[in-house]
Nanobody
Framework: QVQPVESGGDLVQPGGSLRLSCAAS????????VGWFRQAPGKEREFVAA????????TYGDSVKGRFTISRDNVKNIVYLQMNSLKPGDTAVYYC????????????????????WGQGTQVTVSS
């Protein structure tokens, strides 16, 4: 079971961009579907994006569609979340989850489907 490790969180102005990274520790990420979630203070964990094992399929939460892009480099064992046109409402701790399978082009959108999580990285969007 790999352990995800997030990085890249920062303070950014509204309209700015940021790229988060989720690196795999302890194994090959290519066998795992990966999802990004976020949680703001006082709110439930929210689905952001998910990507299949081979990177050929992905999906996004409604609030980030058209602004965020998830991608992966299985040689480097990293999954990225490119965030553009950031808004104050994007402020949250961003978490990366991983789970074996469900097949080359499958992914999970529920946080309960993932069984390994990183420690999170803080993204703050403010002027």
């Amino acid at each position: 079971q790999v352990q995800p490790v997030e990085s890249g969180g920062d303070l950014v102005q509204p309209g700015g961009s940021l790229r988060l990274s989720c690196a795999a520790s302890g194994g090959a990420f290519s066998n795992y579907a990966v999802g990004w979630f976020r949680q703001a203070p006082g709110k439930e964990r929210e689905f952001v994006a998910a990507i299949s094992r081979n990177g050929g399929a992905s999906t996004y939460g409604d609030s980030v569609k058209g602004r965020f892009t998830i991608s992966r480099d299985n040689v480097k064992n990293i999954v990225y979340l490119q965030m553009n046109s950031l808004k104050p409402g994007d402020t949250a701790v961003y978490y990366c989850g991983s789970r074996l399978g469900p097949g080359p082009t499958g992914y999970y959108v529920r946080s309960s489907s993932y069984n390994s999580w990183g420690q999170g990285t803080q993204v703050t969007v403010s002027s």
